[in-house]
């Protein structure tokens, strides 16, 4: 499958979700986790750290997410990019901008994840697509 084809699971997970955020991760052309249903309620559930942690503890796949890609639906945030490079994903391809959240959805820490992760000295590829239909996930859970 192609990025784009991965990243419309992202967005249409995303669509019906509780919020609007949706990620998946691949790892060997094969999605090895989803963020499908996760729980609202718990502060630090989002679909990025959510997709992740059920990968290293219903997978068994601990400290094993080297060479992974994660598509995300929305930028991550600070917290769930901080998992990412602690588990060693290499590929992040995300939607919508954590601007476009914070301006749509919900208050976010708006700071670039390249940055970030420029000063991490971690080897991370960095892909930006789809943001129009992703936003539109955003702004239609942001009306209701």
């Known amino acids: 499958m192609t990025d784009k084809e991965y990243m419309q699971i992202a967005i249409e997970i995303s ?3 509780k919020t609007p955020y949706g990620a998946i991760i691949i790892k060997d052309d094969k999605i090895i986790r989803r963020s499908d249903n996760f729980d609202t309620n718990e502060l630090y ?13 219903k997978k068994s796949l601990y400290n094993q997410l080297y060479g992974a890609t994660i ?4 930028e991550p945030c600070l917290m769930c990019l ?5 588990e060693g994903i290499t590929k992040i391809v995300y939607g919508a ?7 749509l959805y919900s ?11 420029k ?5 991370v590829e960095v892909l930006n697509i789809m943001r129009n239909e992703a936003v539109e996930a955003l702004k239609k859970a942001g009306k209701e």
């Open 45 to 57: 559930k989002h679909a990025e750290y959510k997709a992740i942690q059920d990968a290293i503890q």
């Open 71 to 74: 598509y995300c639906s929305c």
């Open 15 to 17: 669509k019906r979700s």
């Open 82 to 86: 901080g998992a990412i490079l602690y």
């Open 119 to 123: 000063l991490s000295n971690k080897n």
């Open 107 to 117: 208050e976010e820490t708006c700071v670039s994840i390249t940055d970030v992760i």
């Open 97 to 103: 901008t954590i601007q476009d959240s914070n301006d």
